[in-house]
């Protein structure tokens, strides 16, 4: 089968690798629906670490279940199936209190081929969330959204305790920013602030239920914020970014008793303790648990309440992977969907 | 009247002053029940800051009303009462969520004399609240402890989340650390671990409700921790001392999805935003809004239901406050009171 690898900085190929296997009994495999590049995969893309051996990228997948291992009772082959970048057994404690992102046995599917045409799933039975039915072809990159943007940009507005009557700031304008505008909408937010200075992401996230764009970023972003909320800040920052700029832009939007929901992966941040202690926030983020909220996710896609899959404004054959790293790399699209 | 002055570190005495005086429509005048000194008084005791001329240190109170403005409404002269370290209108929006220490009009009470015989309490409608009868002598030290190291404490078990069926670990064996455990106890927690490695401290910590004491520290504490609680870590860690090493337990004692209420005041703290960020956990504290829970607090006082001013391990006269603060310096007393 054909499978994504990354060779080194910049240089993406399409490789034709073995079928993966069922090797532990409670696998399935799965043949991919479409497969998509996210945005974290560029960290890697850009060279954060020296890459020797082609390695393995991508982590979010949907697609129709070949095959199970012999202990799987959940889904069956023929299902539609949606998973998580973390692959979880949905029982342990961590799981049952929300967090299966932290699950005690859990599997980063950054280890399978999940920008493939299948791949292993291990711990089948808690990772995945079967369709109702077989989804209709167009419902397909809403489904994939599911499988991490969609799930993460949900956590960071859960995590930044996002509900009715809330004022909201977006921190990002990626495919996670953007669906969490689009979770701040579903979960009854009454304004929703985001911070995007491109156009075609400004349009998206008008679509997806924002309220105001504020095209300022650092201090003056934070400043634009204040004057909005009658200087007192959002009650709800999503930080999606990662970085040490736009962390701080997300704690000083957001008033005293606020919170911040940050899913961007930090990368050199660190949080100075004395401007944290007098800015009374609350701090929650991390890896998404995105398995919590598939059933609830894939309702609201398959009854059409939600598009989320409109963060793909790029769609290629498989075979031009390269292509879509590239354009994502040099934010030419959101999102690219790579399909067979 | 007396006032306690910082001539320099190290260098506490008692001064000759002129009386405090109304200068607000808003202010009262308050003749002090008793005084105390803060573990926050040290770091200034300590020389964190070069001192010049002689600084007003101190900022817990309670007592009886000598005198009000003319705008005083709600406490009258002859009331007993009992104020926080933020003086606070109690009417603006933020004030009105919960956060009275952030209110948009706070006045920090380290500027007037505390540890004197009057003080002046600005906004003291918003910031006073009087005791329902005129209490008997041997409640004033518990009813000086709701002015800052018991509210300290409930906010830190409150920012934690603290409450029925919980397992709570409590760094910091002061007295805000020992008010987190009888804080964490009223508020319902199943297991409570105080760490804390000095005997006196331990004992008060189980009489306040401790069900484990723990006393390695850093890592090694960590590891205790996790022990303790079948690998998880806890549901709500209160950090009560405001260090890296501090913070970096409390963080790791707890188990993902879980909680940590800081109020130690942080020192040259960096939280690493990797680490936070696959931490899973919650954070959260600052200054506590101690006004929000003075009627609480109080009522479990004047009813007898709590005895927090038992960290008050050393009582001296007044003019004694040079021995007070090397005492509390020296580690050789939790909390020292004052007496007229």
Redesign the interface.
Known sequence: MRAVKLYGAGDVRVDEVPMPTIREVGDAIIKLAAACVCGSDLWAYRGVDPINDPVTVGHEYCGVVQEVGPSVKNVKPGDFVVGSFFASDNTC??CR???Q??CLDRRGMGAENCQAEYVRVPLADGTLVATPRMPEPDLVPHLLAASDVLGTGWFAAKAAEVGPGKTVAVIGDGAVGLLGVLAAKELGAERIIAMSRHESRQKLALEFGATDIVAERGDEGVARIKELT?G?GVHSALEAV?T?ES?MQAIRST???GHVG?VG??????????E????????????APVRDYLPDLIARIVERRIEPGKVFDLELPFDEAAEAYRAMDERRAIKALLTF
């Open positions: 404690e961590i209190s929300g967090y992102s932290g009658g007192l990662g040490q962390m008033r005293r008793g940050f992966v930090l990368h050199g941040v660190n949080i100075p303790g004395g944290f202690f007098m800015s009374h926030v609350h701090i929650h983020g991390g890896p």
